[in-house]
């Protein structure tokens, strides 16, 4: 298990134990954690899965994947040098703890 | 006023984004998910690519058992709804515990659609590909090494098809038409999947419709025989509007709806693969089969259920689709006699008089977001501003 928390935009905080393996938005969807929509399914088509990583982890989440850029271009919310898709984020145990904030919108 | 009771009919993507919305929108009136499946509702899309490799059910499932407890929605399934009385505002169901009634105040139609079954004999020998059941009898038969006939070469087809060529199985596509998805993309990208699949190895039967499967594989219109060990029927889909046509409601290519997404009854919407509706474009009759189409309709009618409004719905088409390497996207929607202009290597407009109608791209996720934006813009769009974005 990992553990993530997702900060909502209001600032309201959901932690839950993630299988490893999954992505920080099939985590959030299977986790019934609102703010995360996932509307492809995590096949980066769609930029309803927008997230900022959380300063301290920003490192070990590492680069955008290829491909995201482009897609984030399209969120629903502000894109700053934290933005990531979450489907793209997969959980390895080197993430446990991970804290990722969730934008005002999705759609 | 809002409706007290709401019940949505069928559990697919669309029905259960319609649960997700209402709430979302803070209906806080009583909520019925009723969905012929077992378990728990799942998405469609990865059936014919990624959970063929993978076989992870549990990644298909949009919501967990938990959300339905915490948003208060009674979900019912293996539950199918056989009739609707429209005079008494009740549906009649058959589930797990024998048959019941429910009235309801507002009823929400997203029936889907289910596979076309063509006049070709011997059909019973040929595996279908809409269901989770389905795709889990395909992934057994996918463990050992099989020459695969496909018939149909639309989305579903070809997606299977680039799946099993890719694990080693000999692959043959079988199309009436003489291009691939001739109904939803251009010449050019027909090629460019042609191509593809002919570049893995993948045999193309095209403009040759397939005419009788047998156990040993399937007769071409030509009177040729093609060996398979099993076939996979995707050859289209019909919409499930047999419900609403018994009901007396409106039928056109599925349930015939209004630019407020309402059926020719007040009291029930329909949403999704089962639902024509004006293209707020230009007012022609559409239906998509897609999950935007689905999930949008979802969301536009749990707002004007909750909050009410005379909007009409507007939100703009856009697909994809996943061939081994190749990413398809779709912005907006050509119907028949849209013409087509190659723009660069991958990219594709569709125009007709009064402008692009659509843009097609391969690989390219940035034109394909930066064409979205330009068809969901105000004003008509036209070839110079795509060759713009392009550049
Ligand atoms: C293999 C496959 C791959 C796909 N790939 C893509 C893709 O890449 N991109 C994309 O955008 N779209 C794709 N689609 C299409 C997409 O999945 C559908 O457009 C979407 O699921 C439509 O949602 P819906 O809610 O309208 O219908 P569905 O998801 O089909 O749900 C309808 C549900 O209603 C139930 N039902 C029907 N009648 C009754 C009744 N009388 N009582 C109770 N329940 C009933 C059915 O059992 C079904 O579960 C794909 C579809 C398939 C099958
Ligand atoms: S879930 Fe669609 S892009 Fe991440």
Request: with cysteine; proline share 5%; charged share 20%.
């Amino acid at each position: 298990m990992v553990q993530v928390t997702y900060v909502a935009h209001d600032g309201a905080e959901t932690t839950i134990d993630a299988t490893e393996g999954d992505s920080v938005m099939q985590a959030a969807v299977a986790n019934d954690v609102d703010g995360i929509v996932g509307e492809c399914g995590g096949a980066m088509m769609c930029a309803t899965c927008h997230c900022y990583v959380d300063e301290a982890w920003a490192e070990r989440t590492g680069p955008r994947d290829e491909g995201e850029d482009d897609m984030l271009e399209g969120a629903a919310s502000e894109i700053t040098e934290r933005s990531r898709l979450s489907c793209q984020i997969k959980l390895t145990a080197e993430l446990d703890g991970l804290v990722v904030h969730l934008p005002e919108e999705q759609l | 006023m809002s409706p007290q009771h709401i019940v949505v009919v069928g559990a697919g993507q669309g029905g259960l984004q319609a649960t997700i919305s209402l709430r979302h929108a803070g209906y806080a009136g009583r909520l019925t998910l009723i969905g012929a499946e077992p378990g728990l509702p799942y998405q469609r899309p990865p059936l014919s690519k990624a959970y063929l490799k993978e076989g992870r059910a549990e990644a298909l499932m949009l919501r967990p058992q938990s959300f339905f407890e915490s948003k208060d929605i009674a979900y019912l399934p293996q539950t199918t709804v056989e009739g609707i009385d429209r005079g008494a505002g009740e549906i009649a169901f058959h589930g797990p515990d024998g048959k019941g009634r429910l009235p309801y105040d507002h009823l929400v139609l997203a029936t889907g659609t289910r596979n076309l079954r063509p006049p070709i004999e011997g059909l019973e020998h040929a595996c279908d590909l809409r269901t989770l059941a389905d795709a889990e009898t395909l992934r057994t038969r996918l463990g050992t090494p099989r020459r695969i006939a496909v018939i149909g070469g639309g989305f579903i087809g070809l997606e299977f098809a680039a799946v099993a060529r890719g694990l080693g199985h000999e692959v043959a596509v079988i199309e009436a038409a003489p291009r691939l998805m001739a109904r939803c993309v251009s010449a050019r990208m027909s090629e460019h999947f042609a191509d593809l699949h002919r570049g893995m190895g993948t045999a193309l039967h095209l403009g040759t419709p397939a005419v009788a499967v047998d156990a040993g594989g399937v007769t071409l219109g030509d009177g040729s025989h093609l060996a398979a060990d099993f076939t996979l029927l995707a050859a289209g889909v019909v919409p499930n509007a047999e419900l609403a046509a018994e009901a007396g409601l409106e039928v056109e290519n599925g349930v015939r709806l209004c630019g407020r997404l309402l059926t020719s009854d007040p009291q029930i919407s329909a949403l999704g693969d089962c639902a024509s509706f004006p293209d707020p474009r230009d007012g022609q009759r559409i239906r998509l089969e897609s999950v935007q189409a689905a999930t949008d309709h979802a969301r536009f009618i749990a707002a004007r259920l909750s909050k009410g409004g005379e909007d009409h719905y507007a939100a703009l088409p856009w697909f994809w689709s996943d061939q081994a390497d190749s990413k398809l996207q779709i912005a907006g929607f050509a119907g028949p006699g849209t013409s087509e202009v190659v723009i660069c290597d991958g990219v594709v407009a569709r125009l007709d008089d009064r402008g692009l109608v659509a843009v097609e791209t391969v690989n390219n996720a940035g034109i394909h977001m930066k064409s979205r934006r330009l068809l969901s813009g105000g004003t008509p769009a036209g070839l110079d501003d795509l060759v713009q974005i392009a550049a």
